[in-house]
């Protein structure tokens, strides 16, 4: 399985709406789960099953999608929210990552 | 809160083998899988393989014949050793809590391992 994230990098403002999209390259059901890295920490799991968000992430990140075509949405970003944003499917070995979404400010 | 510690040498001599230690605490070894993920310097983020705490795994197929990852109940640590390595394993090494369908929900601050002569 291939996971193809889009885009490779983005320019955004506080306030706006941003999407990310992580494409399979065959059926993984619901089985993903979105990441966010800031620069020199490890990465927090955000979304897991695709949609369900993890304990104490804020509710304007929301996930959607199955299949072979998923979506991360920040619904109004913030300034904590400038990241790196990784995919990974666990439908089946290996568990690989997405290339992973560069979220910078304009 | 449970929380992982990455241990080993920074610096690894190439062919030689690499060798980490996860310490968990805060919580049991003794349930979930644990695994390790490494990114070199300035790119993504690459699965290597997990154990449960019963002994089985499940390995990259591009790393698989190399690495070995294994578990110590009694000392609630899990390890990783990876062989022949090339300058093409330089990477920040994480060690995760995986939870199953969930992902990695805990992870270690991450060590840096060099591998150059």
């Known amino acids: 399985i291939q996971l193809t994230q889009s885009p490779s990098s983005l320019s955004a403002s506080v306030g706006d709406r941003v999407t990310i999209t992580c494409r399979a390259s065959?059926?993984?059901?619901?089985?993903l789960a979105w990441y966010q890295q800031k620069p020199g920490k490890a990465p927090k799991l955000l979304i897991y099953?695709?949609?369900t968000l993890q304990t104490g992430v804020p509710s304007r990140f929301s996930g959607s999608g199955s299949g072979t075509d998923f979506t991360l949405t920040v619904s109004s970003l913030q300034p904590e929210d400038f990241a790196t944003y990784y995919c990974q499917q666990l439908y089946n070995y290996p568990l690989i990552f997405g290339g992973g979404t560069k979220v910078e400010i304009k | 809160q449970v929380q992982l510690q990455e241990s080993g040498p920074g610096l690894v001599k190439p062919s030689e083998t690499l060798s980490l230690t996860c310490t968990v605490s805060?919580?049991?070894?003794?349930?979930?899988?644990w695994s390790w993920i490494r990114q070199p310097p300035g790119k993504g983020l690459e699965w290597i393989g997990y154990?449960?705490?019963?002994?089985?795994?499940n390995y990259s197929p591009s790393l698989k014949s190399r690495v070995t990852i294994s578990v110590d109940t009694s000392k609630n640590q899990f390890s990783l050793k990876l062989t022949s390595v090339t300058a093409a394993d330089t990477a920040l090494y994480y060690c995760?809590?995986?939870?199953?369908?969930?992902?990695?929900?805990?992870w270690g601050q991450g060590t840096l391992v060099t591998v150059s002569s």
């Open positions: 154990i449960n705490y019963s002994g089985s795994t």
């Open positions: 995760t809590r995986h939870t199953w369908n969930i992902g990695s929900d805990y």
């Open positions: 805060g919580g049991s070894i003794s349930s979930y899988y």
């Open positions: 065959q059926g993984i059901s619901s089985s």
């Open positions: 099953a695709a949609s």
